[in-house]
């Protein structure tokens, strides 16, 4: 008993030790993103009161570090992402917010479906944006390393909008990785795309739901939205099919993914002439324009002829699972038609 107990007080003074040990490292490094603020060119006082509110979030780093045990297949994917009581909610909200959002899309020209797809999908329609403190999720995975760069470009677009006042810092809060608000924007994304749609002088992706839809749009219609297209459609394969013609997977870069899209890409005809067919069976659409083949899971799982707008939407997420079931909500949105 004695020796447990001993043991026990061993390992409890080992982990005081190391955690005092990262403390005395965490503020060293977080006096010193001080000064590189001030040096920027923020005010002393931002600096200060923001950085005061800095402490490290163990859990910020275990969650960057954890990866899902769970091995997911699209199959399994959906039905969790996009569940039935989702497409009622995502129905009854748009026809709630219909004139305000079809306002929108056509200001933007982005069809309102995935406005709210998207909205559903990233904060579950506004309601679960995160409790972590931004600041401190930034300083947190910054002094981790591994994307420090990354995290510090975050920080210093973070400063910026407490410094314009968007929010308060009492109210800055968002996921374990930053991503802020009813859109899940990272503070770079915020300040590129985020829209003050009702002219209040803040860009209120928090709680303005208008705010947080121009945002959504205007993200999309930044990055070549289409509102003439839809996203994509799932097809049927032939036997024997050469699957060199899919998209190849496990590109590493937004960029390398998109040489290998145009590198899948045709038109519908061509598609059509290599055997695709619908999922009923049935010729696919005689429209002039172009798709690449998209598999997100094998040869033997779902395939997918997508459209320009499966970019854009690649574009918010580099996930085919993500971007998938953006698409698929959108089209449980939108048929029958509200």
């Not at 859109?183 to 002088?201: I, L």
Request: hydrophobic share 40%; aromatic share 12%; net charge positive.
């Amino acid at each position: 008993m004695i020796k447990k107990i001993s043991l026990l007080v061993a390992s409890v003074c080992l982990s005081t030790s190391v955690f005092a040990n990262t403390q005395a490292k965490f503020d060293e490094y977080l006096n010193n993103l001080k000064q590189e603020a001030i040096e920027k060119g923020y005010s002393q006082k931002l600096v200060e009161d923001a950085f005061a509110t800095a402490v490290f979030k163990e859990k910020v780093i275990k969650a960057d570090k954890t990866q899902p045990e769970i091995v997911e297949t699209l199959e399994t994917y959906l039905p969790k992402r996009v569940p039935e009581w989702k497409v009622k909610q995502a129905r009854k909200l748009y026809k709630e917010h219909q004139e305000s959002l079809e306002k929108i899309a056509k200001e933007y020209g982005v069809q309102a479906r995935f406005i709210v797809a998207l909205w559903g999908l990233e904060s579950n329609f506004g309601r679960i944006q995160g409790g972590y403190p931004v600041i401190s999720a930034l300083v947190t995975l910054a002094f981790d390393g591994r994307r420090e760069a990354l995290y510090k470009r975050q920080l210093w677009a973070a400063l910026d909008i407490l410094r314009d006042g968007h929010i308060g810092l009492d109210d800055f809060k968002g996921s374990w990785a930053g991503a802020m608000g009813q859109t899940q924007f990272m503070p770079t994304s915020f300040t590129s795309y985020a829209v003050d749609y009702n002219k209040d002088g803040r860009k209120d992706i928090w709680t303005t739901q208008e705010d947080a839809f121009a945002s959504i749009a205007n993200y999309l219609k930044s990055v070549g939205w289409n509102d003439d297209l839809t996203w994509g459609r799932q097809v049927q394969l032939p036997e024997g099919f050469d699957t060199s013609y899919i998209l190849r997977r496990g590109t590493k870069s937004h960029k390398e993914w998109l040489s290998e899209w145009r590198k899948s890409e045709r038109s519908l005809q061509e598609w059509q002439a290599l055997g695709l067919r619908r999922m009923d069976g049935t010729d696919l659409p005689q429209v002039n324009i172009t798709a690449a083949l998209v598999m997100p899971d094998d040869a033997n799982g779902r395939m997918y002829l997508a459209y320009d707008n499966y970019k854009a939407l690649m574009n918010w997420n580099r996930s085919y699972y993500f971007a998938s079931s953006v698409g698929y909500l959108s089209d449980r949105i939108g048929y029958p038609k509200i």
